[in-house]
């Protein structure tokens, strides 16, 4: 069964950087698509980044296009998103997600598994 473990958050000053992990403890999601959402406080989840299995597609929300990079390592299990020129607006949880098909998307009703969702705080 998928299991996946977000972590990686913290309080970071604007302009700086932080790496999230996102790992499926399971061991399961062969041939998923994933996505990192992330949902601040009184506001709807939003979509942030997606990558297909083979990670030959990726989607990017125009807000993080040029400053995020999706990526993920099958052998590990695992996925990431590299944030860099990090901006207050960018404080959220961030959840990791996945789903049964392997090509990305930005509708967050079509992931199966999510994480449990971690603080990410970019002070000014």
């Known amino acids: 069964q998928v299991s996946l473990v977000d972590s990686g958050g913290g309080l970071v000053q604007a302009g700086g950087s932080l790496r999230l992990s996102c790992v499926d403890s399971?061991?399961?999601?062969?041939?998923?698509?994933m996505a990192w959402f992330r949902q601040a406080p009184g506001k709807e989840r939003m979509f942030v980044a997606a990558i297909s299995w083979s990670s030959d597609m990726t989607l990017y929300a125009d807000s993080v296009k040029g400053r995020f990079t999706i990526s993920r390592d099958n052998d590990k299990h695992t996925m990431y998103l590299q944030m860099n020129s990090l901006k207050p607006e960018d404080t959220a949880v961030y959840y990791c997600?996945?789903?049964?098909?392997?090509?990305?998307?930005?509708?967050?009703?079509?992931?199966?598994?999510w994480g449990q969702g971690t603080q990410v705080t970019v002070s000014s």
């Open positions: 399971g061991r399961t999601s062969s041939g998923y698509g």
């Open positions: 997600a996945a789903r049964w098909r392997s090509e990305p998307t930005t509708r967050a009703l079509l992931y199966n598994h």
